[in-house]
């Protein structure tokens, strides 16, 4: 079987890696691009772990070849703010209880940046639907719902 | 999971001769999402992925008042949702492609491998068989259209022959007085994937329904319709008796699977109760 060489953006960043047909685009991303803050969960497309956003779409990364990302733009939990600093978003999951272990949080952000890029003002109805693909084993959504929405309004400029 | 060739035809007669060629050892490939749960389960271990996203012919939506709706295979879920023709004409449709799984399956999987897997735990094939769709399927041989209840031929089985592709799906024009409505219903909110779901479309002149479609899936191994249910509301002014008589005979008549998820007698209570209730709404019936 012979390898591909794929070129995309990650974070902005012009990448090339060479892959085997059967990469999945989270182990691309985990394995050879070194960008680990993208999790592998349940490998089922059920938990949302690996959630990233692929040319402004909200993706499962365990549910898609790497091949399938050719040319994209990926945006993975580590484009959200530069190293050591947190984005708004990420600051308010942490003032408003949005996480304990913390497993499941990259995919919360990723699934909370796509929603909020496209609704900058949900309701708490439509924050809940917008996460509805991801799961917490240990927080519980409350606190991760309020996150949310507290950033929309820090981002709306309240 | 084992390696394969990922192999990227332009056209669909190209795409029908490399999966002739490779026999079982090849599959079409779409979004993936259904297709790599069985790679890494070993369930299946093909040789050659056939991948048709770069094929014009199975993208878009298109809608004319005289042909109807054109969907092609490789829409994805979110796109048929939020699709302005079909949102204007077939709320019904935009609505069910805007609730099944997750918001990321809908951003990565396609209305034509959720048909061509044909799981019969999901949402199109019972919305699009009681919208009486046709799906149109093309190889290096020729074009074929069939009614959507004839391409499903049990569970995870189509008429499709192992060189064919789905290439769109076609839903005749709505009449002016057509009515519809989809309900799916979910044992917990958790669980993503419909327990039953059911749709009904008619059209309603005056007081009475016509032309009555009802389709029960989820429960059944491929979706079907409900003879005896649309018989009981044809031409007749819908009323809460009528309905429960036409929810009992399709908890009756179905074919009911029986499995981890509920066994049968469980399912046929839940179709009951999801199409009197499906029914109410759509005629407006008190009592519910
Ligand atoms: C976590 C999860 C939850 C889900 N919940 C739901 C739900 O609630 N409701 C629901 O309806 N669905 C649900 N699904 C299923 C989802 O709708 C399908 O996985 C998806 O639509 C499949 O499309 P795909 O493009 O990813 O198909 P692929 O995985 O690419 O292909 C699936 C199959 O179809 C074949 N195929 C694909 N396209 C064609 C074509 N054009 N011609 C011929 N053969 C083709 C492939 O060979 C393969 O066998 C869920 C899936 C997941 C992973």
């Given at each position: ?17 060479e ?38 779409r909200l993706?499962?990364?365990c ?69 509805d ?8 959504y ?17 | 999971?084992?390696?394969f ?21 090849c599959?079409a ?15 299946v271990?093909?040789?050659?992925l ?12 298109r809608?004319?008042a ?30 069910m ?28 094939p ?15 041989r ?28 076609h ?12 309900t ?6 958790a ?52 309905a ?19 066994d ?7 179709v ?17």
């Amino acid at each position: 079987m012979g390898k591909h060489l794929i070129t995309l953006t990650v974070n902005g960043r012009a990448e090339e890696a060479e892959i085997p047909a059967k990469r999945l685009l989270c182990d691309l991303l985990r394995d050879d691009l070194m960008l680990t803050g993208t999790k592998r969960g349940c490998e089922t497309g059920t938990c949302g772990a690996c959630s990233v956003i692929v040319d402004g779409r909200l993706v499962k990364s365990c549910l898609m070849l790497a091949l399938q990302a050719r040319g994209a733009a990926v945006t993975t939990v580590e484009g959200l703010a530069a190293p050591g600093e947190l984005s708004p978003l990420q600051q308010c999951f942490a003032e408003n209880g949005g996480l304990q272990c913390g497993y499941c949080t990259p995919g919360f952000l990723m699934a909370a940046s796509a929603l909020l890029a496209q609704n900058p003002g949900p309701t708490e109805a439509q924050v809940r639907e917008a996460l509805d693909g991801n799961l917490c084993r240990c927080t519980g959504y409350s606190g991760i719902v309020a996150s949310v929405l507290a950033a929309a309004e820090k981002l709306r400029g309240h | 999971m084992r390696d394969f060739e990922f192999l990227e035809p332009a056209d669909v007669a190209e795409a029908s001769r490399m999966l002739a060629a490779h026999g079982e050892d090849c599959r079409a490939y779409a979004g993936g999402t259904a297709l790599l749960l069985a790679l890494r389960q070993r369930l299946v271990a093909p040789t050659h992925l056939v991948s048709l996203g770069r094929i014009p012919a199975l993208s878009g939506v298109r809608f004319d008042a005289a042909a109807g709706l054109r969907i092609g295979a490789l829409t994805r879920h979110a796109e048929l949702a939020a699709a302005p023709e079909v949102l204007r004409h077939y709320p019904m449709l935009a609505g069910m492609a805007a609730h099944l799984a997750n918001p990321q399956v809908r951003n990565q999987g396609t209305l034509g491998g959720n048909l061509c897997y044909a799981d019969p735990a999901t949402d199109p094939p019972t919305c699009l068989l009681g919208l009486d769709a046709e799906v149109e399927i093309a190889s290096a041989r020729g074009t074929r259209r069939l009614p959507i209840g004839d391409f499903f031929v049990d569970y995870y089985t189509t008429a499709l022959a192992p060189d064919e592709i789905l290439v769109a799906v076609h839903v005749p024009p709505p009449a002016a007085d057509a009515i519809g409505r989809y309900t799916r219903f979910l044992r917990t909110p958790a669980e993503h994937r419909p327990l039953v779901n059911v749709a009904v479309t008619a059209r309603r002149s005056g007081g009475a329904a016509t032309a009555v479609r009802v389709a029960v899936g989820a429960s059944t191994p491929i979706p079907a319709r409900v003879p005896r249910a649309e018989a009981l509301l044809e031409g007749r002014a819908v009323t809460a008796e009528l309905a429960a008589a036409a929810a009992a005979a399709a908890a009756d008549d179905i074919f009911a699977v029986s499995d981890g998820r509920g066994d049968e007698a469980y399912r046929r209570a839940m179709v009951r109760v999801v199409l009197r209730r499906t029914l109410a709404a759509l005629f407006d019936l008190p009592g519910e």
